[in-house]
């Protein structure tokens, strides 16, 4: 179903294979980045929403308690609220849906360029644009980093390679922990335990898939959280720096 | 714990499953992991048939033997890749799925008694999956493996006399001839060893991976690469004799007859070259417009090539002039070699309903199909 962006994205994985010293690290890096720099205006307003969450909290926590006992009003206060500062509730997933297809796509990619199975290497040997410069002959890409197979799943001959899907728990958790509101995360309500259990949850789950399928999966989870982790910092940052901006300009000169 | 938060957390590790269903099966993690593999000897036709491997009756495909005998109870894993055969055994392997989570696969070889396919022996030191069987010759067992090695075994005993180690994955069938072993490697290379200790007596670079068997003929080998090229190769020196370009991939085995060299491209494009100069015989190459794992097969007088498409469809070529005689289509894909034996030929696909079909090599009627309609899963 996604091969109709993996096929695409696993051509341009061979071409920047090619220019990058035949490295494979290298071309999952620089795939990632690539893709990172295009769903960038997607992942800022995924990580704008959840910014702005965070600070709207307080506002949030205060509205839970008042209409602790009157769910449909809470839910028309919070509704106005996020109509007042101009916050669309459901604008962190939209994003964050659109960049799936290519996620599965690039996740497929690099299983086509590095395949653990026969099936996996035959499907993809009738979708090699010929036609690109030095990609004859390419596939399946040298797959050897730090000793480990990038086309193989982590295993005990290569114990050091277990250390990529712990990689892959700590950088999702920073992601998770980054973008879930961290008021919310300490209350009581349904959303916050929710908060709080996804922030686990959802670090496990992608160890526990690194760790059955091949190591260059993980490099590229890695990268692409710590990029997130990255543009998050960079976005608040700014916001920050924002703000005291605005801030020393509505405080009066003191020559005036 | 109470219902409520039992209640969350059953929703989210369905969300996480459905996740993982997600990127798994969306990057192509739910599918047969390989192909199955056919030998026909003189008693039967030997199959390395998924959950057991059998011996069958070649008039009716009545199993004369299988191992295991039930393989619920056995974790013997699953036979994708072609038995070699020789006299008194029948040597196949298997992957072995890992127990608990974080287990491994486990890849064995396993010789059987030819005559009752009784276990002889096993070995399970590789890391990797056997992507392709092995060959028996000169007393080993020689099979290359995805851990990037070449695996020699007593054919007897099934103890490692030796080990060689290449660049890459090892997903091609060698060839032994007297005292040595031809095998290539996904590292581009093509090594030829020596039987007795694996020291290398030439290897053979290409501009791509070697994932098939060589022919020999007249002291020439003929194997395609991944570069789109069929080499000859001169069997002594390792030094190259002539290239042939194609469309495509070459990853089934050629095959040569008289003075031609059949062989099949992944594209599909079926090529028959002059084994002297790499000429191409006929004016055009035929395109099966289906992509084509494995390599042909003839049959005994050279008159008929037969080939398997992914589409399901087993072509069958006239040599003279590459015409299509006749074409059968079944469901699932036809990814190993089809395998001849008089007036019959004998195809494997998998998925499908039927995993094994005897065909006149004449006019592609089925004689039988395999398994019978009672033993097949209910839909």
């Known amino acids: ?256 | 714990m109470d219902r409520f938060r039992i209640r969350r957390w059953l929703t989210l590790l369905a969300v996480g499953a459905a996740l993982l269903i997600g990127i798994s099966g969306c990057a192509g993690g739910v599918r047969p992991m390989s192909w199955m593999g056919l030998t026909i000897v003189e008693e039967g036709l030997v199959a390395a048939d998924l959950q057991q491997v059998r011996l069958l009756n070649v008039s009716d495909a009545a199993p004369l033997w299988s191992f295991p005998t039930d393989p619920q109870k056995a974790r013997v894993g699953t036979f994708y890749v072609t038995p070699a055969v020789d006299e008194q055994r029948v040597v196949v392997a298997s992957q072995v799925p890992p127990t608990g989570f974080l287990g491994q696969p486990k890849n064995v070889v396993w010789a059987l008694d030819r005559k009752t396919g009784n276990e002889l022996w096993q070995f399970d030191d590789a890391a990797g999956q056997y992507v392709e069987g092995g060959a028996l010759g000169g007393g080993l067992f020689v099979i290359g493996n995805s851990d990037h090695n070449v695996y020699a075994l007593d054919a007897e005993t099934g103890a490692l006399r030796w080990t060689f180690k290449t660049g890459y994955r090892v997903w091609a069938t060698p060839l032994i001839v007297s005292d040595t072993v031809y095998i290539g490697s996904m590292d581009h290379h093509l090594y030829a060893l020596r039987l007795s200790d694996g020291g290398v007596r030439w290897d053979f670079q290409a501009g791509g991976a070697f994932a098939a068997t060589p022919a020999l003929r007249n002291g020439t080998l003929y194997i395609g690469a991944f570069d789109d090229k069929l080499y000859a190769i001169d069997a002594q020196a390792g030094t190259e004799r002539w290239r042939f370009a194609s469309a495509n991939w070459f990853w089934g085995s050629p095959l040569v007859y008289a003075d031609t060299v059949y062989a099949v491209d992944v594209s599909g494009n079926v090529y028959a070259v002059n084994a002297e100069t790499g000429a191409p015989v006929w004016p055009q190459p035929r395109p099966l417009e289906t992509p084509v794992r494995a390599g042909p097969v003839l049959t005994e007088d050279g008159s008929r090539l037969f080939v398997g498409g992914q589409n399901g469809t087993l072509y069958a070529l006239d040599t003279k002039d590459a015409f299509v005689v006749w074409s059968s289509e079944s469901e699932g894909q036809v990814l190993s070699p089809p395998v001849v034996s008089g007036s019959v030929v004998y195809e494997s696909r998998i998925p499908g309903t039927y995993r094994i079909r005897a065909l006149y090599v004449d006019n592609g009627r089925p004689i039988w199909s395999y398994p019978p309609v009672a033993e097949q899963p209910s839909k």
């Not at chain 1, 995924?46 to 506002?59: G, N, T, W």
């Not at chain 1, 360029?113 to 009738?126: G, K, V």
């Not at chain 1, 730090?146 to 050091?160: E, V």
């Not at chain 1, 789950?205 to 990255?230: D, E, K, N, P, Q």
Request: contains cysteine; aromatic residues 10%.
């Open chain 1, 1 to 256: 179903m996604f091969d109709i962006l993996a096929y695409p994205l696993a051509n341009l994985m061979l071409l920047l294979y090619n220019y990058l010293g035949h490295s494979t690290v290298l071309a999952i890096a620089v795939l990632t980045l690539l893709i990172n720099l295009i769903t960038l205006p997607l992942t800022l307003s995924q990580q704008r929403s959840a910014h702005r969450m965070q600070e709207l909290q307080p506002e949030l926590e205060k509205l839970q308690k008042k209409y602790a006992k009157d769910k449909e009003r809470l839910a028309q206060e919070q509704m106005k609220l996020y109509k007042e500062v101009g916050i669309n509730p459901m604008g962190g997933c939209l994003p964050l849906l659109i960049q799936m297809p290519i996620w599965f796509g690039l996740i497929g990619a690099i299983r086509y360029c590095i395949p653990s199975t026969p099936l996996e290497l035959f499907q993809f040997s009738n979708h090699i644009y010929k036609w690109l410069p030095g990609v004859i002959g390419l596939v399946p890409l040298r797959s050897t980093f730090l000793g480990m197979d990038l086309g193989a799943p982590p295993n005990p001959a290569q114990w050091w390679s277990y250390a990529l899907p712990i990689l892959v728990f700590v950088t999702t958790w920073a992601q998770q922990k980054l973008l879930t509101p961290p008021t919310a995360a300490k209350t009581q309500s349904q959303a916050g335990a929710m908060n709080q259990q996804m922030q686990i949850m959802m670090p496990l789950l992608f160890m526990f898939f690194t760790l059955s399928y091949a190591t260059g999966l993980s490099v590229y989870f890695v990268l692409s959280s710590a990029i997130r982790v990255g543009q998050f910092y960079l976005m608040r940052e700014g916001q920050h720096r924002q703000k005291a901006e605005d801030k020393e300009q509505v405080r009066p000169k003191p020559s005036e």
